[in-house]
Structures are given as C-alpha cells and as structure tokens.
C-alpha cells in the first residue's frame, strides 16, 4: 500500500535559522512527489513537486526539497527561516501508475517560526 | 475566475440529511479531485475526474456519496443520509493535466449536527 509518513507534528526553529521538515514515503515504482503548504483559513498551496531528473528540488518562497531514493525520503528545507513560514506543511505522494492522478497525503507537521 | 471556487464554505445539517457540495474548477482544467480533510489529519482521497467521467473513485468511502462533472467542468460532491462522522472539510482541485500543479479551493466545511 502507498502511504506517506511525517515523523514530526511540530518542528520549532527561530527566524534565521535552517528548518527542514522530514517525510518518507512508501510507493511502488517511482513516484510523483510534493510537498504543500497550508495557512490557517486559506486553502492548500502547491510548494514543490518531483517526478523526474535532479534529485535537489527548488520551489515557491525559497524551499526545496530533496529527493532520496535509498531512503525513500523528500524532506522540506530551507537555508533562512521566516516567521511568515509558520503554517502547516504536507507531504504527499502519487504512485507512478496513477499518472499523479491520486495525491496521498501525510498528516502534516506544524511549522512554528519563533522570531 | 482565478482559482477553484467552492460552495457553500460552511454548511451545517442534521444527522440523516441529503447536502450537495459544488466545486467550480480552474477554466481549462480537465483533472478535478475531491479530498476530505478531518481534524488534524491530511486530505484523504475521495475521487478523480479526467473530464466528464471518474477515472478514479476508489477514495469514496460508501455508497452514501456520490460525484458527478456532467458537463467536464462545474463537479457536485453529494452525500445522502448524512452521519456525524461525514463532519469535515471537503476540499476540491483541479490541474490542467494529471502531475502537472494541482490548486486547491479552500474548502467546503460540512458539519453534521
């Protein structure tokens, strides 16, 4: 079964600082990979995706992400975090057969940014 | 419009009741899904449209819920005999092409009383 896993459900970092945000992933094949974003009161915004080539994956308001394939992995970060960045974070993933038709998604984890 | 439109935004009705939840996608997409968000947990799959037909509703969870895009564009998510545990956000996206940016609207939150 696909399923993705987000081992924390807050990560704290002060204004400045690096932040990464941990997801792994179980799916056949190879699959389709994102990471969405959502503040309180407004609908899921798309960050990033990866679904082919560079494993280093760049995306909106300076994030990216990294694709690893030996440990089924696609972690969030970012060099320099900002309290605007303080939302809820998902991981989501899409087997490779679905064509991404079918987005599952992890239970998120709560980014705090303190200034 | 501009993104996806959802209405109503909240919707309350009693236990047993029949609601429907409308879905205006982004003009020109052809993939529309509906997902299910409860309380702190992520969305949860319900259906996928290509077009007019569902290419994909392995998500619904029983046969008290329903999708149609008649025309390949507006979708109407409907719930019969609504329960209390159908109490959540239910969230609609659309993307011009299936792995292309899927945009989401803000929800449709049904709570049942």
């Known amino acids: 079964a696909q399923s993705v896993a987000q081992p924390e459900d807050q990560v704290n970092v002060a204004e400045g600082n690096p932040l990464t945000v941990k997801c792994t992933y179980s799916?056949?094949?190879?699959?389709?990979l994102f990471w969405y974003v959502q503040y309180p009161n407004r609908g899921l915004q798309f960050l990033l995706k990866y679904i082919t080539g560079d494993n280093l994956v760049k995306g909106s308001y300076g994030f990216e992400a990294e694709f690893n394939k030996s440990q089924t992995s696609f972690h969030l970060k970012k060099p320099s975090a900002l309290v605007s960045d303080s939302a809820l974070y998902f991981c989501a993933v899409s087997p490779w057969y679905s064509s991404a038709s079918k987005i599952i998604f992890g239970s998120g984890t709560r980014l705090s940014i303190r200034p | 419009g501009a993104g996806v439109s959802q209405t109503p935004s909240n919707k309350v009705t009693e236990k047993g009741k029949y609601v429907e939840l409308r879905c205006d996608p982004i003009s020109g997409h052809t993939a529309l899904y509906w997902y299910r968000q409860s309380l702190g947990q992520g969305p949860e799959f319900l259906i996928y449209f290509q077009g007019t037909g569902a290419a994909d509703d392995s998500g619904l969870p029983n046969d008290r819920f329903f999708a149609v895009r008649p025309e390949g564009s507006v979708s109407t998510l409907k719930i019969q005999r609504t329960e209390r545990g159908d109490s959540a956000v239910y969230l609609c996206?659309?993307?011009?092409?299936?792995?292309?940016?899927?945009?989401f609207g803000q929800g449709t939150r049904l709570t049942v009383v």
């Open positions: 799916v056949s094949g190879n699959p389709y």
């Open positions: 996206a659309s993307s011009a092409e299936p792995g292309q940016g899927t945009f």
